[in-house]
């Protein structure tokens, strides 16, 4: 992410961040977390249907090579990212289990500034308007991708994870290949942020 869109999407969502940061530093740790960091970290499976893959490197694909257009109205491409641990988060706005997930994100991307970690969101059904207001009531700092102004976005990640199954989010190892799935809503954002430590820790 440039330093200019950082700055711009945190200057809009400021009073919202603050506000959310509130409310996270008063939550318990969560049992789903608990659960996740307590197994091997593969195949996690809770009773609800959340599902966490994680991808040995040895047997990630190809890099994934995406274009598209943001809700700020700049463009992104896979290489704006390159040598960076890439978190792209699947959504829209009218998903509860997107809008439940929001702070958990938001949170993960505050626990991980200053690491070699990026965010993209991809917005598959709405346009920038509604994009951008939804950035701002929950505080997501990073922009999101719109699937409405280039599908592309969505074909380039057909192959690695089921968009009907909103909300997704995958992690990008530093070459760009999906390193962990993760389906269904983030109930923790300790879950992602331990999948990100580790994509960060190889080599």
Not at 102 to 118: I, M, Q, R, T
């Amino acid at each position: 992410m440039t330093s200019l869109t950082r700055r711009a999407r945190a200057a809009a969502s400021a009073l919202a961040a603050l506000a959310l940061t509130a409310g996270i530093a008063g939550c318990s740790s969560d049992p789903l977390a608990e659960q996740y960091r307590a197994g091997d970290n593969k195949g996690f499976i809770a009773a609800d249907g959340f599902r966490v893959v994680e991808i040995a490197a040895d047997d990630r694909g190809e890099p994934v090579e995406f274009t598209g257009v943001l809700d700020t109205g700049d463009t992104v491409t896979a290489a704006d990212y390159e040598g960076d641990v890439l978190v792209v988060n699947f959504w829209y706005a009218g998903c509860a289990p997107c809008r439940a997930e929001a702070p958990e994100l938001e949170a993960a991307y505050a626990d991980l500034d200053g690491e070699a970690v990026s965010f993209l969101g991809v917005n598959i059904y709405d346009g920038a308007d509604a994009s951008l207001a939804f950035a701002d009531t929950y505080g997501i700092e990073y922009p999101s991708a719109l699937a409405t102004v280039d599908g592309s976005i969505k074909l380039a990640f057909a192959d690695e994870t089921p968009l009907n199954a909103v909300p997704t989010t995958l992690v990008l190892d530093k070459e760009g290949r999906v390193a962990a799935r993760i389906i269904g809503r983030l109930a923790d954002a300790s879950i992602l942020t331990t999948i990100v430590d580790d994509a960060l820790e190889e080599s």
